[in-house]
């Protein structure tokens, strides 16, 4: 049932996305991810829901769930040439989602961390401070 629900919710982008995206080009990958990254957490609000609404409508509201704005996320990277994936786990007790991405040869966790009072614990695990 998840990964339907993932499909239901792959980012049919409009030209306004690819274009911001595309402006945040770095003078690398990783500076890309950072820059990428920084947008996305001045510019999304975290709002939790329990239906999903899509990336189309976050990127419009400015506000999604930890599903949506990984999503967002990853579409934004790969209109870059950076490959993207996604990650689910748990912040504590709460289901989470963020992206992994493939930089020097390796996935490397990318996270905006939107719950207080969680700590990073070894290699891409979040667990509630």
Known sequence: MKYIMLLLLLPLCSA???????GLKGLNDYHTVLKID???YDTMDFKLSIFPKGVEKAWYDKTGDCTEIAMLRKY????????GRYAHGFAGLIPHDWVE???????????????????????GLWIGG
């Open 38 to 40: 920084a947008y996305v």
């Open 101 to 123: 991405v493939y930089l020097d040869n390796e996935w490397q966790t990318s996270e905006i961390v939107y719950f207080t009072g969680l700590k990073k614990v070894g290699d």
């Open 76 to 83: 934004m990277y790969e209109v870059n040439g950076i490959r």
């Open 16 to 22: 306004d996305i690819n274009g911001v995206a595309k």
